[in-house]
């Protein structure tokens, strides 16, 4: 059985900091690229950053760029996001993402609410 199970989200105030984890099981993670994605109220579901099997190569969307990073323990089974600079348009669910392209096999976790208030 596939799990995937984010944690680290909370309530924060603005130009604070997180750092959400996602510890995968079930899987091969080293075979798997890992994401994480958000969903605000009312918004569609956006890709946050994105890591390659064994972290050479990381994407950040424009939004996040130099205040989130991505990586990765494949000795843990774990992906992070650390969140730095937090503004208030950053509050949604947060969701981890493992995709293996090559055999078209995608898991998501169940997500972690942050909010960013003051």
């Known amino acids: 059985q596939v799990q995937l199970v984010e944690s680290g989200g909370g309530l924060v105030q603005p130009g604070g900091s997180l750092r959400l984890s996602c510890v995968a099981s079930?899987?091969?993670?080293?075979?798997?690229?890992m994401s994480w994605y958000r969903q605000a109220p009312g918004k569609e579901r956006e890709l946050v950053a994105g890591?390659?099997?064994?972290?050479?190569?990381?994407n950040i969307a424009d939004s996040v760029k130099g205040r989130f990073t991505i990586d990765r323990d494949n000795a843990k089974n774990t992906v992070y996001l650390q969140m730095n600079s937090l503004k208030p348009e950053d509050t949604a669910v947060y969701y981890c993402?493992?995709?293996?392209?090559?055999?078209?096999?995608?898991?998501w976790g169940q997500g972690t609410q942050v909010t960013v208030s003051s």
């Open positions: 993402n493992a995709r293996w392209r090559l055999k078209k096999l995608e898991y």
């Open positions: 079930g899987i091969t993670f080293s075979n798997y690229g």
């Open positions: 890591i390659t099997s064994f972290g050479g190569i990381t």
